[in-house]
């Protein structure tokens, strides 16, 4: 059957003796040598013979993960393209500073579902926490203790509420969708009976002035958001704990096996995200200068659409702040147009849940392109 | 000759940086088994992903019963009567086994699904198999590896397959299943349908195929060859250059001293019992067995992965807390586990992170990862084991199994491990590649690591260890200097678990 | 709320038993916190004697009540409202029953109200169409309904209805923006409703378009909000970077206000008025201290499910109003929306509510 006009290729022209020469430091002399793996890493050596600058410099981004948000990177441009266009107060310093506060406390909480994501697992008790958080710092007993406490108080409350989290799910090996499910009616629950279903307006002037104050004319708020991100980025790219959020996102039991301490870990992703909920919650808490248990009302949708249309990916063990951070300034900044440009909520949402499947649509094809 | 049901000329496939496929015939008979060689990183996977319709190639023809055909997706492929049994195979184990076997064309009737009858012929396709024991109602997760690969051929029948790619079939099976698939194999071909056959193991080849194709470096260097005939160093020479099988480095004479590891009484209910025994620094042990016998379970709690009913692990004298890693770790011990891609890897994250994951700690300050010297010490290690390629930035599922097989003994290198425990340490690894790894487990012997190995084959065990464990049904029921020890004699001992008498 | 948030069961490990633990002992530490008892807050509700003819102890009337559940203040006014004014009658049984958002659980609750045969019903539906059926039922066993609000689909599924005027507060809202832009040319109009999709919203927006039309002014602006102080507090900070300059913004709704007030002082804005809606307590305060851009308010008050009450306690002993000359309770309150300024707060800052 064999095709006459093809004959295979001399089998026996690579010269073993010459290879194993180049082999590099093998344990013992006999070491034969494996021409596939020569094979491999000549393809793995050729794209760096001719890398034009700008791609190296692309490549050094990519691992903060840059190169992989280009299609968010459009389309904020195009959002800004079009604010520029038909909005006349679109590039005034008064309306960056609108749309950076306003993306502030949910950029806040979406720094710690992003370490949730990526660790494998989801947090949809975010919203609850900040209500509760909110709520319970603006007691009319705990306001009697002065602001400092209050603050201490809300991120008390979202960090020993995101540990109970970690504790059921890491040590009581229950399913993370359905313990923060539970957390988000149950934390809601407290929140209302603790606020009697009313709003507590905030006395402290020190308080409200986190949300009013400017340090260097950039609000307290965004230099807040800009910490937490940026906190957030260090611990994910330069620390142990980000590389083991890494690892036990991306295959538990290979960090298991590691040696890692999967369960410990996990149940602190979630006091990470917890404590971010906390940080929300002043912040949230001294922007609206109230507390109600209505704070934080479906944040963990929007969090979770942020991480995801950043390209983080929901199954874990791959994402990145930046993606994230990008995601919530295209939301923020699509409400921000709709109501500049006087348009109703109604296409708003609409161009919101388009912009959620075209950025992922546009990932996705990056990432195929891309191996 | 008959008209082939399968003809390829010429087909390319490139991927970015790589040339996977570079020019592969290949002629397929009906009734016939075409084996198909060639070393890891051949190519082997990205023709039978072309071959399936997961790939379309870039250049060349495929002929299905003599004319052109563009299989465009995998359904394609499968419509047309090409089925194909991947070695991790693609079952859903919550599922069950009709449920598996008509997946994506359950049989219908009023436009409902019909599970009776989605049962009925389950059961007669598993008879035509000649396992007519496997119930058509029960979950694929609860059957051994061995059932789930005749679930998967009940699947390809279920398609009236003509041909059927089955991608290393054996490498999860236990000897006796390894027969009873070469039974329906022969079924199979003297029903007229045709199996291209890929696997490392010559014998196999030697005993079930007619002809053989060789792939190298993504060329087809040879086909054709009848399978029974060529003699085994030309089938080595054609697919390395080299005329050896195996190389197994020579022992250093046995290492004395005091036991690193010492294993007393371990015993998991229902997995195994009353396992004692000792590992010397410098000293290689291997577990023999088959599949099920308790040797991977027994290799998993003394890491701690499983843990101990019974029994102590003891490391130096001291005692390792009862299923904790963490402390197996902390003494030393480093586990390189049997499934590398699910067990051991994290394969989109670079090759240097995944050799440093165990020893973060190390190179922590103050919880920030140093990244120089984390670079510094995984570059030394990995090129000290020749890991290719050398980038350690690559992404760890771009290297070959041989290469990610050295990634994972480099992290526990790169960890000061004293005592390496290795679990199938060549599955899916070439032969190339495995004489490296050999060495290089002698070497790290000879250097004071103890090592306990497990595998399912047994020139392996006989080759490289300094002593033997024979595991059968949950005990060891010999042990001996491998040297004192045949292959045929652990294949009884195995086997039958009757002792044999060795000169000690 | 311990069931909330305390951690261990009996299946879990011994480091999750101490997170469990640990996260009790906090709860118990911080439930200091959660007091809400200021000593000296007297219950803000809204109850009035009744005088005349009408005071005097009559035959006792059983009055079953079921109104949502509170996930607002002003809901949580009505069911406060209620139960207060029921204590000022001696010859009053006040039955309410589990409030609830559930349109079906609601259903039950009723249908056990009349199982139970009770004078007279009080109810305030969660939504109007899907409750008629079981009002209707109640009225052809013989129990009077009073309707609270949100109107039933049928006049036969009612004795009395009793509610507030959306149409009529953004009338009232838009004539009062008239008055005071009187004169000016095309003056920036803000409006910021609250949710969108709730007919309620519409028919606001569409008086307060139609009173501002009247004047010859129109909304240039138009947001929605949730109806939450956050989302109040979200989209105001937009809407004042789109009007750099504005001369007058209706809040829909008082309880987002405090999110609205709190964008207007983070954007250090005042050159405008604003007018708030349904009056609730701090309102009110905010206009009789004069010191915000809060100028007024137009009610669409809680007090009306004390008189609900009332209204239910004359029906069960079959009088009429005092001051009428009808011998029977109308058919048919709309509550007037009453538009609050500084000048006559004082006269309504106690049927504000607490938000």
């Known amino acids: 059957m064999t095709d006459p006009t093809r004959t295979p290729t001399d089998p026996t022209d690579p010269a073993p003796s010459a290879q194993a020469a180049g082999m590099g430091p093998a344990p013992v002399a006999t070491v034969p040598p494996a021409d596939e793996q020569a094979r491999v890493e000549a393809a793995a050596a050729e794209p760096a013979v001719e890398p034009s600058p700008f791609r190296t410099w692309l490549a050094s981004l990519s691992e903060g993960g840059a190169t992989r948000n280009i299609g968010l990177i459009v389309v904020l441009v195009i959002l800004c393209i079009v604010g520029f266009a038909t909005a006349e107060t679109f590039a005034t310093t008064g309306n960056i500073r609108t749309i950076l506060t306003n993306a502030s406390v949910i950029g806040v909480v979406t720094v710690g579902m992003t370490f949730v994501i990526i660790g494998g697992g989801i947090d949809l008790s975010v919203g609850s926490i900040v209500g509760l958080a909110s709520v319970w710092c603006t007691t009319v007993a705990t306001q009697s203790y002065g602001p400092f406490v209050m603050v201490l108080c809300a991120l008390l409350v979202g960090l020993i509420v995101g540990l109970v989290n970690g504790a059921l799910i890491a040590y009581g090996r229950l399913v993370p969708f359905i313990v923060t499910l539970g957390m988000l009616i149950g934390a809601r629950g407290l929140a209302q009976q603790i606020a009697g279903l009313q709003t507590q307006v905030v006395k402290s002037e020190t308080f409200n002035g986190i949300a009013d104050g400017a340090f260097l004319g950039v609000p307290y708020l965004v230099w807040l958001l800009v910490g937490t991100f940026a906190i957030g980025w260090v611990v994910l790219n330069l620390t142990t704990f980000g590389r083991r959020t890494v690892a036990v996102g991306g295959n538990p039991e290979a960090a298991r096996l590691a040696g890692i301490d999967i369960r410990l870990h996990t149940a602190l992703l979630y006091g990470v995200s917890g404590l971010c909920c906390g940080l929300a919650a002043v912040m949230l808490t001294a922007q609206t200068a109230s507390g109600s248990s209505t704070n934080g009302q479906n944040y963990e949708l929007d969090a979770i659409a942020a991480v995801i249309i950043g390209g983080t990916l929901l199954t874990g063990g791959r994402g990145t702040l930046v993606g994230t951070f990008l995601g919530v300034l295209v939301f923020t900044l699509i409400t921000n147009l709709f109501i500049l440009n006087n348009l109703s909520t109604p296409v708003q949402n609409l161009a919101k849940g388009l912009i959620i499947l075209g950025a992922v649509l546009l990932q996705r094809r990056r990432s195929e392109s891309a191996t | ?504 | 709320m311990s069931d909330v948030i305390s951690g261990p069961r009996s299946g879990l490990g011994r480091r999750g038993f101490l997170f469990g633990g640990a996260a009790v002992g906090a709860t118990l530490l911080a439930a200091g916190c959660t007091s809400n008892d200021s000593g000296n807050d007297s219950p803000e509700t809204n109850t009035k004697a009744v005088g005349g003819d009408n005071a005097a102890k009559g035959t006792q009337v059983t009055i079953g009540f079921s109104a949502p559940q509170a996930d607002h203040g002003w809901i949580g006014a009505i069911a406060k409202n209620a139960e207060a004014q029921a204590k000022t009658f001696e010859d009053v049984t006040f039955e309410p029953v589990e409030p609830t958002n559930d349109v079906a659980a609601q259903i039950a609750a009723i249908e056990t109200l009349i199982t139970k045969k009770v004078g007279v019903l009080v109810v305030l539906p969660n939504d109007g169409k899907q409750l008629t059926a079981v009002a209707s039922k109640a009225m052809a066993a013989g129990i009077p309904v009073v309707n609270l609000d949100r109107v039933f689909d049928s006049p036969l599924a009612y004795r009395t209805w009793i509610g507030g005027d959306n149409y009529g507060m953004g009338v009232s809202a838009g004539n009062f923006i008239a008055e005071q832009l009187k004169g000016k040319s095309n003056p920036v109009i803000a409006e910021i409703a609250g949710i969108d999709s709730l007919p309620l919203t519409q028919d606001r927006s569409r008086g307060f378009k139609d009173a501002l039309a009247r004047a010859g002014f129109k909304v240039t602006n138009r947001v929605a909000a949730e109806f939450t102080v956050a989302s109040g507090q979200q989209v105001t900070s937009n809407l004042l970077q789109a009007a750099p300059k504005i001369d007058a913004v209706w809040n829909h709704d008082d309880d987002q206000g405090l999110g609205v007030l709190a964008a207007i002082r983070q954007a250090n804005r005042s050159e405008f008025l604003m007018v708030g809606g349904a009056g609730s307590l701090d309102a009110m305060e905010l206009i009789k201290a004069d010191n915000s851009v809060l100028k007024a308010t137009v009610t669409y008050s809680p007090s009306m499910a004390s008189s609900a009450i009332s209204i239910a306690r004359l029906i069960g002993q079959k009088k009429g109003f005092s001051d009428l000359v009808e011998n029977d309770v109308p058919a048919s309150i709309t509550l007037s929306s009453a538009t609050v300024t500084k000048e006559n707060v004082d006269q309504y800052l106690k049927t504000g509510f607490r938000s």
């Open chain 2, 1 to 504: 000759m008959t008209e082939p049901l399968l003809r390829l000329s010429g087909i390319v496939k490139t991927f970015p940086g790589v040339r996977a496929l570079d020019g592969v015939d290949l002629t397929v008979a009906p009734g016939e088994v075409h084996c198909l060689l060639g070393q890891n990183g051949a190519g082997k996977s990205t023709l039978i992903k072309v071959l399936s319709g997961a790939h379309q190639p870039d250049e060349g023809t495929i002929e299905w019963k003599g004319s052109e055909v563009r299989f465009v997706r995998p359904t394609a492929a499968l419509n047309a009567g090409l089925a194909t049994i991947y070695q991790e195979l693609d079952l859903v184990d919550d599922l069950t086994v009709a449920e598996n076997v008509f997946l994506g064309h359950e049989p219908r009737r009023f436009g409902f699904s019909s599970r009776g009858a989605a049962r009925r012929r389950t059961r007669e396709l598993l008879g035509r198999l000649g396992h007519a024991e496997i119930p058509p109602g029960r979950e694929v997760g609860r059957l051994p590896a061995a059932g789930k690969q005749i679930v998967s051929m009940a699947r390809a029948l279920s398609h009236d397959a003509q041909l059927i790619i089955m991608d290393e079939p054996s490498a999860v099976l236990a000897h006796d299943e390894v027969e009873n698939l070469f039974r329906v194999i022969r079924d199979l071909t003297s029903a007229g349908v045709a199996v291209i056959y890929i696997s490392h193991r010559l014998a196999e080849i030697r005993e079930i195929g007619d002809r053989v194709t060789i792939l190298k470096d993504g060329r087809t260097v040879a086909v054709d060859l009848p399978a029974k005939t060529t003699p085994t160093n030309e089938v080595v020479r054609l697919m390395t250059g080299r005329n050896v099988e195996y190389v197994f480095p020579s022992r250093s004479g046995t290492p004395g001293g005091e036991p690193l590891l010492r294993v007393t009484d371990l015993g998991r209910p229902k997995e195994f019992s009353e396992v004692s025994f000792e590992v010397r620094a410098g000293e290689i042990v291997g577990l023999a067995g088959l599949v099920g016998a308790g040797r991977s379970e027994i290799l998993e709690t003394v890491y701690g992965a499983r843990k101990a009913a019974t029994g102590t692990v003891e490391i130096d004298g001291e005692p390792i807390r009862r299923g904790s890693v963490k402390a197996a770790v902390a003494a030393g011990m480093g586990l390189a586990p049997e499934e590398r891609k699910s067990q051991a890897l994290l394969l989109g994250e670079p090759v240097y992170r995944n050799v440093s994951l165990a020893s973060l700690r190390r190179f922590a300050r103050f919880g920030f990862v140093r990244r120089g010297a984390e670079r510094a010490e995984v570059g030394a290690v990995t090129r000290s084991l020749d890991l290719r390629p050398a980038d350690p930035r690559r992404a760890m599922r771009t290297l070959s199994g041989g290469n990610q097989q050295k990634a994972v003994v480099s992290r526990w290198l790169l960890g000061r491990t004293r005592l390496l425990l290795l679990d199938e340490p060549t599955r899916g690894v070439d032969i190339g590649a495995r004489a490296e790894l050999y060495a290089l487990i002698r070497s790290l012997a000879d250097q004071g690591v103890g090592v306990l190995m497990v595998s399912s084959e047994v020139p392996e065990v006989l080759g490289l260890a300094d002593r033997v464990l024979v595991v059968r049904e949950g005990r060891v029921v010999h042990e001996a200097p491998a040297s004192d020890l045949t292959e045929a004699q652990v294949l009884d001992l195995v086997m039958a678990g009757e002792r044999v008498t060795t000169a000690r």
